[in-house]
């Protein structure tokens, strides 16, 4: 877990360094759809877990908190990269976008906490 925390750091850190300053608002539709997309990823992704591969409730907790931040990592990491590589203006790390992917999974974990 620790080493974890640690790639989590060093890859935001990286990767906000990149960034330009483009209009990136705090609230905008975007910014909902990473929330959602996130939110519903997590309670899918424990619901195979849990369900379908029959997994403890905790290590079905752990998967699906996994892929949650796997993918919100994963798509900023793609738009840095394809900001830089295909030179496309919108297409640019987002901290802000991340923000949204993290609370997105932890309110998914927290969600399936309170149901069960």
Known sequence: ???LAILTVIFFFIFSLSAKNYKDRWFSQDKFLHLTT?????LW??????YQRNLSEKRSLRNSLYVGLTFGFG????DC???FVFKKKKKFFSYKDLVY?????LGAIGFIYLIT
């Open 101 to 105: 992917d993290i609370v997105g999974t």
């Open 81 to 83: 990269i394809s900001g």
């Open 45 to 50: 992704s424990y619901s195979y877990f849990n």
């Open 1 to 3: 877990m620790k080493k």
């Open 38 to 42: 996130s939110f519903s990823l997590t």
């Open 75 to 78: 798509k900023e990491g793609f």
